[in-house]
């Protein structure tokens, strides 16, 4: 029956990470620039969040902390070239948005998978 508790953690954990911290980094972002932004602009964003969130959840899960750098390596690089595309000062409100936003989701994930990992400590 614990392993029941477990999956349940972990699953709930999950969701969690993902879509609460969709909100979450979705309100941050509107706080920060409350004129919004470009159309355009880092397309993709929230899936891409959604699915780091996942990792990173599962990564404090699964104690493997080094898959995050991964997940910041991969993530980095792959919007490089388009944060490098922009004009000067689409760029800089681009790579603002992009750091705000990682960082927030990170630390939302890290800490999501910390709570979990401690409520299965306790169930066991």
């Known amino acids: 029956m614990t392993w029941l508790w477990i999956t349940a953690v972990v699953l709930i954990a999950l969701a969690l990470s993902a879509f609460l911290g969709a909100a979450l980094v979705g309100w941050l972002l509107r706080r920060v620039e409350p004129e919004g932004y470009g159309p355009g602009i880092l397309r993709g964003g929230t899936w891409i969040g959604i699915l780091e969130r996942l990792a990173i959840t599962g990564a404090v899960f699964g104690g493997y902390p080094e898959a995050i750098a991964v997940v910041l390596a991969v993530k980095g690089l792959g919007r490089y070239p388009e ?3 922009w004009q000067a000062e689409q760029r800089a409100k681009a790579t603002e948005r992009f750091i705000i936003g990682t960082l ?11 709570i979990g990992v401690a409520v299965v400590a306790a169930i066991n």
């Open 104 to 114: 927030a989701s990170y630390i939302w994930a890290g800490a999501v998978g910390l």
């Open 83 to 85: 944060l490098r595309s």
